[in-house]
DNA sequence: CATATAAATTCACATATATGTACGTTTATC
DNA sequence: GATAAACGTACATATATGTGAATTTATATG
């Protein structure tokens, strides 16, 4: 069950986020096709938590810093380090394609680090992006740090649907997938999930943290050079990863 | 009428601030007394919408770095300019107390930025703290950047309660505090809203932005010198202020 | 300045929603 | 390795909550 008025705060934000400007109670209510009376609520509740305000008389609402404040106190612990922005980023320029950091969620995988292509035709992802974790390549990616149970664990919560006509719609296929990747060096996927995307990624341990890498495009661009690419993230990984630490 | 599981949202989002660890559904259930069931679905919801995952297998629950770049990008919004925050840093280390950048919000008065006492007994407030507009040095000094109908219509809507033995409880008493304050050259309170709470501010218009600086602490210490506080800030302001700007 | 139009609030009621209860799964204990 | 405790998940139902209509307040127009 999708709790509405949780979700409503989001979408609220991300409004916010997009216009980068103040609105009024009717502006939103109409954006979003809400009536004005629940609008008039949510936002009340919202300014009486200190996370809205009115930046100038009669010109609306806008977000107060305290969702920066809060948002900074969560993200300072266990940031991600550095270089893995700088190996997205590199990865992304090298390749002119979209490269991210991914993390589990369950049976969904979170990409919580993206740089986008700056292609016209790109693979359009954001922080918080999600996907199947064993649709995809970066979701195989981690899978592959998983133990046999842990694994089993996941399987008995997925719905296998076909997605595209490449998707493994077993626990079988899945299990397939994964020692061909182990094999082959790499995890790859070929609209497995997305149609037209194509992606290679590879496991990218932090601590005890099971991240991975992946740089992901439109197939006709990425296909013919999967495996130039994953050695690519390879080698890049090798050079900027710190020696010390695992 | 306040929005339960919009005010939900943001507190599990200042319990992940303040604990900074992931925590699982039973300690979150727990922690704010809500059933499993209920908790189960606001944070399938939050995880669904990409702003909560799994950092490590079975270790709970904990927020994807999605916040932190829409923050960001409600932030980077007309931002404060970077004076006013070495303005609060360098009055708060001048005076020992806490001082803040504050925003009208309605007949709330809203802290933006603030720069806290180091002091042991000290005004422990934060970004989003709100206080009512006409009981407040802060919301005075807002309120005489308002003109006269502008003032009649936030008083139509004020609630007049007795917060402590010196709030105005009348449109007139605020109006002779208004007045007073312009005599005086700055705003001053003395627990006009918050026991033992004393503080001065002044106005800070910048741009078509109404704001107010506020220095406040306890009474007992900020109470002989308001006068010399007052003169402070505004030296500290005439100093910071770029020339260029109004 | 009066009137019209639009926006913001309030409120009572029907309905969408939070939760008690029960079940399956995982982890801890012995 | 077996048993118990804790945890996570599904669903039907009573009730807390969102909303349509009415009222008040603000803004635009002739």
Chains 1, 2 share one sequence.
């Not at 991600?80 to 979209?98: C, R």
């Not at 990616?141 to 077993?170: C, H, M, N, W």
């Not at 996927?189 to 005890?208: E, Q, V």
């Not at 439109?218 to 900027?240: M, W």
Request: charged share 20%; aromatic share 8%; hydrophobic share 45%.
């Amino acid at each position: 069950m999708i709790v509405r008025q949780a979700a409503n705060v989001l979408e609220i934000m991300e409004f916010f986020a997009q216009v980068k400007k103040p609105a009024t109670l009717a502006e939103i209510a109409d954006h979003f096709g809400w009536p004005r009376s629940s609008t008039f609520n949510l936002l009340a509740t919202l300014s009486e938590k200190g996370y809205l305000y009115e930046p100038r008389p009669r010109a609306g609402f806008y977000p107060t810093p305290r969702w920066l404040a809060m948002a900074r106190m969560i993200s300072e612990v266990e940031p991600l380090p550095q270089w893995t922005h700088t190996l997205i980023a590199d990865l992304s320029a090298e390749t002119g394609e979209t490269a991210s950091i991914v993390a589990p969620a369950g049976v969904m995988a979170v990409f919580i680090d993206v740089v986008e292509s700056q292609a016209a035709i790109r693979y359009f992802a954001t922080i918080g992006h999600r996907v199947p974790i064993h649709a995809t390549a970066s979701g195989r990616a981690l899978l592959l740090q998983y133990s046999q149970e842990e694994r089993d664990s996941v399987y008995r919560k997925i719905e296998f649907k076909q997605y595209g006509p490449s998707t493994p719609i077993s626990i079988e296929a899945v299990e397939t997938e994964l020692r061909n990747s182990i094999a082959r060096g790499y995890c790859q996927s070929f609209a497995d999930y997305s149609r037209d995307l194509a992606g290679a990624a590879i496991p990218l341990p932090i601590g005890d943290r099971r991240l991975s890498v992946v740089v992901a495009g439109p197939e006709f661009r990425i296909g013919p050079k999967v495996a130039e690419v994953a050695a690519l993230i390879a080698r890049t990984v090798d050079r900027l990863r710190p020696k010390a630490a695992a």
